[in-house]
């Protein structure tokens, strides 16, 4: 993967006041802001604590994809994470304006985050920047995978709901790490796995594994995050007559399926080459099929 060039448009960066409501000074709900200028005080919470949530929208020649699911999944992790339930109007209305304030490109990256706010203000502070999207083509042909304990078993979500299991929460340093450590071992990305001994996700992507008519992703029950990608090609799948689940599966039936993907908003379907030192079936034209539904284009 390559990023962005030099000479890519620039971000735009709008700062969202109204993320829980109407401003109480009765001021714009959202405003654009200078991406280059100091925008978040030190004692917000997010800063001080990581104590915020995040969803990313990819954008294809000027049409989001999924934001309904997106602000769903926001929706649900504000829950969790006991914070004010984010105004969706309003930040559905933010959204539109950051991608007409962007430079058309061909893949535009938005992500709204959604923070605790300052430290005793009791309220939240939330902004969405919009960016060029980095160049995940290479991803797209084909990557190869290692898998990681994520130290955690599939029974978390009813033992330890304050472990936060299934919340896309702005604490990632954990993920960004398993992702180094990924490289470290040769491999473009890694999929977690449970103390239990079975798989859930990437640090930034849903699982996707096929065996033979059937297409499966890990249970949301299992501590996972609600795919937004992997219901778009649940419904196309289901409608070309396969059979769609959510199920525990291992590693062996991933390593032994008929074809697997890392599925996310902005890399969209990541076929899985090899996992560990399995090689598996790439299926190039059922990844581009993907690739149009998550676009936007099929």
């Known amino acids: 993967m390559t990023s962005s060039l030099p000479d890519t448009p620039a971000p735009v960066l ?18 654009l802001a200078d991406p280059t200028a100091p925008q978040l005080k ?3 919470l997010v800063v001080t604590r990581g104590d915020g949530i995040f ?4 954008v294809f020649d000027g049409t989001p994809v999924n934001v309904g699911p997106h602000l769903d ?4 992790s504000a829950f969790l994470l006991e914070l004010p339930a984010p105004h969706r109007e309003t930040l559905v209305a933010a959204i539109d304006a950051a991608i007409e304030a962007h430079t058309d490109v061909a893949e535009l990256s938005v992500r709204i985050m959604y923070t605790r706010g300052l430290e005793g203000a009791g309220a939240p502070t939330c902004w969405i920047h919009a960016r060029t999207a980095d160049d995940w083509t290479a991803y797209r042909s084909g990557i190869r995978v290692v898998t990681l304990d994520r130290g955690l078993s599939t029974t978390v979500p009813e033992t330890s709901p304050w472990l936060l299991p299934g919340a896309k929460t702005l604490s990632y340093a954990v993920n960004m790490a398993a992702g180094r ?8 990305d890694c999929l977690f796995v449970a103390t239990d001994g079975y ?20 249970p949301v029950s299992a501590g996972v995050l609600p795919g937004t990608c992997v219901n778009t090609l649940f419904a196309d799948l289901q409608r070309a007559g396969h059979q769609v689940r959510e199920h525990l599966m291992t590693v062996a039936d991933v390593a032994g399926s008929d074809g697997a993907w890392l599925l996310s908003s902005t890399r969209l379907a990541a076929p899985i080459s090899q996992l560990d030192d399995t090689d598996l079936p790439v299926d190039l034209e059922l990844t581009k099929r993907f690739e149009a539904l998550l676009t936007g284009k099929a």
């Open 42 to 44: 030190v004692t917000d």
């Open 199 to 218: 798989v859930l996700e990437g640090p930034t992507s849903t699982l996707l594994v096929r065996q033979g008519d059937t297409f499966t992703t890990t």
């Open 14 to 31: 709008l700062l969202v006041p109204g993320a829980a409501g109407a401003p109480s000074d009765g001021t714009a709900p959202f405003h």
């Open 73 to 76: 999944r926001l929706a649900r």
């Open 181 to 188: 450590e990924a490289k470290r071992r040769g491999a473009a």
């Open 55 to 58: 969803e990313t929208v990819g």
